[in-house]
């Protein structure tokens, strides 16, 4: 998942941090590179179908000046059930131009079906 997207920052556009996937371990989406400065994006982060015992997961939205050192920005609530669409509204405003989504899985034998996606509102 070490893909990398140029994301201009139109209004309404959205971009894909976590490709729809099966995720039963631990893994980092596709960065995401971030042209022009922002006031606001949200993040969207759909699941699907879950199993396993005590299953869990866990998203953090994650920025980086230069694509190797990440910080942060936001963490989602812990999800361990499925059917679910869970939204951030996040201000990215002069925050570094690299972001993905960060994934930790947990429980026995998880697995969740899962995507995230990040929409921008450019500055006006």
Do not use: C, H
Not at 69 to 94: C, D, H, K, M
């Amino acid at each position: 998942m070490s893909q990398s997207y140029t994301y201009m920052a139109d209004a309404g556009q959205s971009q894909q941090m976590l490709a729809p996937q099966d995720l039963t371990a631990s893994a980092n989406g596709a960065q995401i590179t971030v042209s022009g400065v922002l006031d606001k994006a949200r993040v969207d982060l759909s699941v699907g179908a879950v199993s396993g015992t005590s299953p869990t997961l866990s998203v953090a939205i994650q920025s980086s000046p230069d694509g190797t050192t990440w910080t942060t920005r936001y963490t989602f609530p812990t999800v361990s059930s499925g059917n679910q669409v869970l939204s951030a509204a996040i201000a990215p405003g002069e925050y570094d131009v690299y972001w993905r989504a960060s994934a930790t899985v947990g429980g026995t034998s998880p697995s969740f079906y899962a995507s995230a996606n990040f929409t921008a509102v450019p500055r006006n």
